[in-house]
């Protein structure tokens, strides 16, 4: 299947400081990538949706300012963690379709903030 | 809203034993179901799928049948082995094509 590759896989940072976590379909034009979050044991939960060149949608609850999402481009989407607080740390999972098709997964980023 | 609930884990079993992992769901109208499988260090990647009732959906020795009448997706599988042990998801798609993921069962096979 298709690659999906989100880097870092592993972050920690200090409080107050933003952090950016990337996703990049390698061999397929992604029009829309999707970012989940993990806590431990629970389930994957949509932060947000992004469409190339338009602005995401967030879910309810998630705050806009805090999680910003760039999808500039067929191939990259972006996640930034502004003014990241402990609260935040948390396992970051983006995923990536072309159309109507299966949706690829990242490996995921374990983000720790001290 | 739509939701996906199934069996906690984490399920330890020995090898060649039967699997099946319970999976039920919330949803209006008609969605689209899957499995997704997680290995350790790994993204999810796609198990199997069905997307209308009664569908069977199988890859890998896996299998899960779309019920509509009790809204489930259970997951089985006849004879694991240990290269099955990883974190497994049921979800469902429904209008706008967001995926809702159940809460993951980890299932351990121990040789």
């Known amino acids: 299947g298709a690659v999906v590759s989100q880097h870092p896989s592993r972050v920690i940072c200090k409080s107050g400081t933003s952090v950016k976590i990337e996703c990049r379909s390698l061999d397929f034009q992604a029009t829309t990538m999707f970012w989940y979050r993990q806590f431990p044991k629970q389930s994957l939960m949509l932060m947000a949706t992004?469409?190339?060149?338009?602005?995401?949608?967030?879910e309810q609850g998630v705050e806009k300012d805090k999680f910003l999402i760039n999808h500039a481009s067929l191939t990259l989407s972006t996640l930034t963690v502004t003014s990241a607080h402990p609260e935040d740390s948390s396992f970051y999972i983006c995923?990536?379709?072309?159309?109507?098709?299966?949706?690829?997964f990242g490996q995921g980023t374990r983000l720790t903030v001290v | 809203g739509d939701s996906v609930t199934q069996m906690e884990g984490p399920v330890t079993l020995s090898e060649e034993a039967f699997l099946t992992i319970n999976c039920t769901y919330t949803?209006?109208?008609?969605?689209?179901l899957f499995w997704y499988v997680q290995y350790p260090g790994e993204g999810l990647q796609l198990l199997l799928k069905a997307t209308k009732a009664d569908d069977k959906g199988s890859n890998k020795g896996f299998e899960a049948t779309y019920r509509k009448e009790t809204t489930s997706f259970h997951l089985e599988k006849g004879s694991v082995q240990v290269s099955d042990s990883a974190v497994y998801f049921c979800a469902l798609s429904a209008a706008g094509n967001k995926l809702t993921f159940g809460g993951g069962t980890r299932v351990l096979v121990k040789p």
């Open positions: 995923s990536a379709r072309q159309g109507g098709t299966e949706a690829f």
């Open positions: 992004s469409n190339e060149g338009s602005k995401a949608t967030y």
């Open positions: 949803a209006t109208g008609y969605p689209s």
